[in-house]
């Protein structure tokens, strides 16, 4: 039985990007939440993710009058897409009107989104265990999990948000017939290295027969580099050696130094998405919700796309009484999630198929070519894809 019997109008579980913007949002507007992370704070502040907040995901922060959580965060520039060693630019602020995002570290955004919540008093709790929301289906959810000193709480609710991930527990709570799932694999696999090395002038995309790679900002001393490689490979199969001769290879950099590499990891290059997002009390969000490839840049201003709407629909059922917005949440944010994965997928392929004809054929390799070129030949063509990596 739980030893302690609470109540929130709002219990949000996870504390990444999605439910941290959420509860941060929701505190804002005045509803009542409390967040329930069932790792440590440590953990959570040092999680290396994305790193791009687009133009739509910045607005979000700015209009909610969060807009310390950025101060000091660079605006997105110029793209380079480096063919066979030859570099290419895209100036994608000018081909959008001027709509600019910011190079956000995900850690740097946590742990402010983390520090203004708890500052305005907002209720976080790290290290909560066996986490389990029950009753989604009926008009009285609840919550229970096990605190790092051992006992039960049992929080009453008006809804759960489950923010918490791919492999949380919130949407593995749902029975498995009430959701649509939607998965595509890509076929490829990437190596994702964090190096102390320091960062390009520009975020930069290389496109060789050898396969793609690409170096992106991650503070003023840190770049994060990405290899495709073959979707068995395991981390044993890329020593450091091998890292650093690869990548001066595909980025045709003879002379890019080798810093320590502080993280190694192999991303999972599958799309996903759950229809609906939405199961009684239960609204899911973020990556609970939908995964898109890294290519792009999408996924955590997905996950905060999610919580402005969210947020929004809560306190409009809540405050207000009008139940619609939160009735049309899942449709609403699906309009966005698919027109991303579309864009994720297509400049997946272009990209890595227009290098390696090992991939999808010469015939494909031709394809991916012409699409990348009208890029730079086309105005229309690059304005699309500016006004995609914007955002809405």
Not at 162 to 174: F, I, L, T
Not at 330 to 357: F, I, K
Request: with cysteine.
């Amino acid at each position: 039985m739980p030893s302690v019997r609470e109540s929130s109008e709002v219990v949000v579980i996870g504390a990444g990007p999605a439910g941290l913007t959420l509860a941060n949002l929701l505190r804002r507007a005045g509803v009542q939440c409390v967040v329930l992370e069932r790792q440590s704070r440590s953990y959570v502040q040092r999680r290396q993710r994305a790193g791009v907040l687009d133009h739509a995901g910045t607005r979000i922060f700015e209009e909610a009058g969060l807009a310390e959580v950025l101060a000091g965060m660079p605006g997105d520039s110029t793209l380079e897409i480096r063919v066979d060693g030859r570099p290419r630019f895209l100036d994608v602020p000018a081909l959008s009107d001027g709509r600019t995002g910011r190079i956000v570290p995900q850690q740097v955004l946590v742990g402010r989104l983390i520090a203004t919540f708890l500052e305005g008093g907002g209720d976080l709790r790290f290290d909560a265990a066996e986490v389990t929301p029950h009753d989604l289906d009926g008009d009285e959810p609840r919550v229970t999990y096990r605190d790092a000193d051992g006992a039960v709480h049992e929080i009453a609710c008006a809804y759960v948000a489950g923010c918490d991930g791919h492999h949380g527990v919130s949407r593995a709570s749902v029975s498995a017939d009430a959701l649509t799932t939607y998965s595509y694999d890509h076929g490829i696999g990437w190596l994702t290295v964090l190096a102390d090395v320091p960062p390009p002038r520009n975020p930069l995309f290389a496109i060789t027969s050898h396969g793609f790679a690409a170096q992106f900002p991650r503070g003023p001393k840190a770049s994060r580099f990405y290899l495709e490689c073959a979707p068995d490979d395991t981390l044993d199969d890329w020593s450091d050696e091998r890292i650093w001769a690869q990548l001066r290879l595909r980025l045709g950099d003879e002379d890019l130094p080798a810093g320590p590499i502080t993280e190694k990891a192999i991303v999972e290059m599958r799309s996903f998405v759950v229809d609906p997002m939405r199961y009684g009390r239960l609204l899911l969000a973020g990556d609970a919700a939908h995964i898109v490839t890294p290519m792009g840049g999408k996924g955590m201003n997905l996950a905060i796309g999610d919580a402005d709407v969210l947020a929004r629909a809560l306190r409009a059922t809540l405050r207000d009484g009008d139940g619609e917005p939160l009735d049309a949440y899942s449709a609403t944010c699906l309009e966005r999630v698919w027109n991303y994965q579309e864009y994720s997928c297509w400049m997946t392929e272009m990209v890595h198929e227009a290098g390696d004809a090992t991939l999808a054929g010469t015939f494909r390799r031709g394809l991916a070519r012409a699409r990348l070129d009208r890029l730079f030949t086309s105005e229309p063509a690059a304005r699309a894809f500016a006004d995609l990596m914007a955002g809405g």
